[in-house]
């Protein structure tokens, strides 16, 4: 059984990697959802989460199940790349923002810079809805030395500032 479960998650890693196969399935998430629960293995978690994200970014009712365990993931998780790859797969899935925002919020102010690049992306995502992160994103785009946080933080705030069209 074991062995099994080791080559899902080879499978599930090729998948993200090289694209093969398209989009995760419905069918699929159970077992994501598994894995970024129970997985000891942070590389695990963090494929679990972004093949969640992916799936949810189809079809947000095929993930339902699977927000709170994300935003749990984001608060707690020990491995920066679980953290981040939640952060990613909760702005692709785009669920209710006056729970979800404040915790991006929050994750800007993580140790880990890929953590915050994550969180700044998917802030952007929530468009509008996100106009409560404008302050923190704004402090991000005048950073001079995170090139990369400060341009991603840009594109965000365009993004959260647009107009109605």
Not at 12 to 33: F, I, Q, S
Not at 69 to 78: E, F, I, S, T, V
Not at 91 to 104: E, Q, R
């Amino acid at each position: 059984m074991r062995k099994f479960g080791a080559l899902i998650t080879f499978l599930a890693v090729l998948t993200l990697v090289y694209g093969g196969g398209g989009a995760p399935k419905k069918e699929d998430m159970p077992k994501y959802l598994q894995l970024l629960e129970k997985s000891s293995s942070a590389k695990e978690r963090a494929m679990a989460a972004t093949m969640i994200g992916k799936r949810g970014a189809i079809k947000r009712s095929d993930v339902e199940d699977a927000v709170e365990p994300l935003k749990n993931a984001l608060q707690k998780d020990g491995a920066p790349e679980v953290r981040a790859a939640a952060a990613e797969a909760l702005g692709n899935i785009a669920p209710d923002p006056k729970t979800t925002v404040p915790l991006l919020i929050d994750a800007l102010k993580d140790k880990s810079a890929d953590v915050k690049f994550a969180a700044i992306n998917a802030l952007g995502q929530f468009t509008t809805e996100a106009k409560a992160a404008l302050p923190e994103l704004k402090s991000f785009a005048q950073d001079k030395e995170e090139k990369k946080l400060s341009n991603a933080a840009k594109i965000a705030v365009k993004s959260i500032q647009q107009k109605n069209k």
